[in-house]
């Protein structure tokens, strides 16, 4: 059995290698990075002329590296897929702010972090392989294009020259804000374990804290939500908070 399988490997040897011959994977892999999908289209129809393809589901390219070979379909699905995770991450990042360094690196994360998320789900697919890197390569051109890490990070900035004076007023108040929720949630707790109160006194104060606590965290909520809508980034309190003593 062994010897037949090895005598069947060693046919189909030149036949792969021909395949993979009429095929340029690396020119086409170019056309999907750049979003050239006139000329990865194009590729694919020479390579059908070229492989031999009896149809468009006919299992006739050879990709690197790889034993299975591919159908001309399966090619312009992918272009179609990645074409679309394109769109999708150019939506979702492409209209984030970035014309001060701090925004920049947010929109960079993004790209990244979706690429990332793309590139993990392809792992378990047939080619998935040969398509990892190429969401990655993605992200990396259009980190590239943001110019992320060429201004000098000038840490001695106000928080009002790196923000605006409305978004350094909302952190400064977020952390104020933060703190008083604490100061009351560590009373709630201690008025909880006190005995001093009368049972109806007691029922009333943990009452108004909690109140205050939840009107408190839902104010906070709000303003963290206008500091990303107004910066284009999550609120990061070590930033506006660590001067204040809340960090």
Same mark, same amino acid.
């Given at each position: 059995?062994?010897?037949?399988?090895?005598?069947?490997?060693?046919?189909?040897?030149?036949?792969?290698?021909?395949?993979?011959?009429?095929?340029?994977?690396?020119?086409?892999?170019?056309?999907?990075?750049?979003?050239?999908?006139?000329?990865?289209?194009?590729?694919?129809?020479?390579?059908?002329?070229?492989?031999?393809?009896?149809?468009?589901?006919?299992?006739?390219?050879?990709?690197?590296?790889?034993?299975?070979?591919?159908?001309?379909?399966?090619?312009?699905?992918?272009?179609? &897929?990645?074409?679309?995770?394109?769109? @999708?991450?150019?939506?979702?990042?492409?209209? +984030?702010? =970035?014309?001060? !360094?701090?925004? #920049?690196?947010?929109?960079?994360?993004?790209?990244?972090?979706?690429?990332?998320?793309?590139?993990?789900?392809?792992?378990?697919?047939?080619?998935?392989?040969?398509?990892?890197?190429?969401?990655?390569?993605?992200?990396?051109?259009?980190?590239?294009?943001?110019?992320?890490?060429?201004?000098?990070?000038?840490?001695?900035?106000?928080?009002?020259?790196?923000?605006?004076?409305?978004?350094?007023?909302?952190?400064?108040?977020?952390?104020?804000?933060?703190?008083?929720?604490?100061?009351?949630?560590?009373?709630?707790?201690?008025?909880?374990? &006190?005995?001093?109160?009368?049972?109806? @006194?007691?029922?009333?104060?943990?009452?108004? +804290?909690? =109140?205050?606590? !939840?009107?408190? #965290?839902?104010?906070?909520?709000?303003?963290?939500?206008?500091?990303?809508?107004?910066?284009?980034?999550?609120?990061?309190?070590?930033?506006?908070?660590?001067?204040?003593?809340?960090?």
């Amino acid at each position: 059995m062994r010897r037949t399988r090895l005598i069947v490997l060693l046919m189909l040897l030149p036949i792969w290698a021909a395949a993979d011959a009429c095929f340029d994977f690396d020119a086409w892999k170019t056309a999907l990075i750049n979003g050239e999908t006139a000329q990865a289209e194009a590729i694919i129809a020479k390579a059908t002329t070229d492989c031999g393809c009896q149809s468009d589901v006919d299992k006739c390219i050879a990709l690197p590296g790889q034993t299975i070979l591919a159908t001309p379909t399966w090619l312009r699905e992918t272009i179609t &897929r990645f074409d679309r995770w394109r769109q @999708e991450m150019s939506a979702n990042c492409g209209a +984030l702010p =970035e014309k001060k !360094k701090l925004q #920049r690196e947010t929109k960079a994360k993004c790209y990244q972090k979706r690429a990332q998320a793309f590139s993990e789900g392809l792992a378990g697919e047939t080619y998935g392989s040969l398509l990892r890197p190429i969401p990655i390569t993605i992200a990396e051109n259009y980190v590239e294009r943001l110019g992320v890490g060429d201004d000098p990070d000038d840490r001695s900035q106000s928080l009002e020259e790196r923000y605006g004076r409305e978004i350094a007023g909302i952190g400064r108040r977020i952390c104020k804000l933060t703190e008083e929720l604490h100061k009351q949630e560590i009373l709630l707790q201690q008025v909880r374990r &006190r005995g001093q109160f009368n049972q109806a @006194e007691k029922v009333r104060r943990e009452k108004e +804290l909690i =109140e205050s606590i !939840k009107n408190l #965290r839902d104010l906070i909520r709000d303003l963290r939500d206008k500091f990303q809508r107004l910066s284009g980034e999550s609120f990061d309190p070590f930033t506006f908070c660590a001067d204040q003593g809340g960090l």
